[in-house]
């Protein structure tokens, strides 16, 4: 079975003061509702678990009620930093998952088309990423105010999420970070400590993830299909 861990445990600290971004109402229902329903009518997404601060799990029960999300879910409580939360997420995925999508609970435009595709991949790898090829010319500043190089965009990828595995391989990438005693921001990251290989799959389709209040202009044209 194939199964999602949506992270919403983050802080969302570029938004601004409290603000939860999470719960912006775009096009009509909050955030993260859309993210879920993304994975709530993916036909191959079996299970989903729910990432979540400490203290909102009333909030997260509450979505599930009003928006009708059918498919089995379960609400779990998130850590410190970002792989602890993808942690707990794996520690609640029933035995019977072989393939796991890693989401960000923000990023709520993620086509079934997008998600199969990785899933697919990690099937094959082990692990794999959405990502778009970068187009823009990429320069390196050591000191965040000068010019020191020009990057080779051929190169260069941006990933996105999902960001999916094998469970076992997840497992095993988390381990070695938690033992190393790293932080990492992203889960594929896990996976080059262990020299586990992970597969690009082209993101076809915008697939932004709500980050600063300037995001949420784009995103509310994206999800009523006007751009």
């Not at 445990?9 to 603000?19: D, E, F, L, T, V």
């Not at 609970?105 to 997008?114: D, G, I, K």
């Not at 595995?165 to 970070?177: D, G, K, L, N, T």
Request: proline fraction near 4%.
């Amino acid at each position: 079975m194939n199964a999602a861990i949506l992270v919403a445990a983050g802080k969302g600290i570029r938004m601004g003061a409290g603000m939860d971004k999470l719960f912006l109402e775009v096009a009509g229902r909050p955030v993260v509702a859309h993210t879920w329903q993304r994975f709530n009518d993916a036909k191959c997404i079996g299970e989903i678990i729910l990432v979540v601060r400490d203290g909102m799990q009333k909030e997260f029960s509450g979505l599930a009620k009003k928006f009708h999300f059918q498919k089995v879910f379960h609400i779990v409580v998130g850590g410190t930093e970002r792989q602890d939360s993808v942690w707990n997420g794996l520690e609640a995925l029933s035995p019977k998952v072989e393939i796991v999508a890693i989401q960000d609970a923000a990023r709520p435009r993620t086509t079934e088309e997008l998600i199969a595709a990785t899933i697919e991949a990690a099937c094959e790898t082990g692990a794999a990423v959405a990502a778009q090829a970068m187009t823009d010319t990429i320069k390196e500043s050591v000191d965040g105010k000068m010019i020191s190089r020009t990057l080779d965009r051929s190169k260069l990828w941006s990933v996105q999420t999902p960001q999916t595995f094998r469970v076992e391989v997840i497992r095993r990438a988390i381990s070695a970070a938690r033992q190393k005693n790293l932080i990492l921001t992203d889960d594929t990251a896990a996976c080059e400590l262990i020299g586990q290989p992970v597969r690009l799959v082209p993101s076809a389709t915008p697939n932004p993830k709500v980050t600063v209040p300037g995001d949420l202009q784009f995103v509310e044209a994206l999800l009523r299909n006007k751009v």
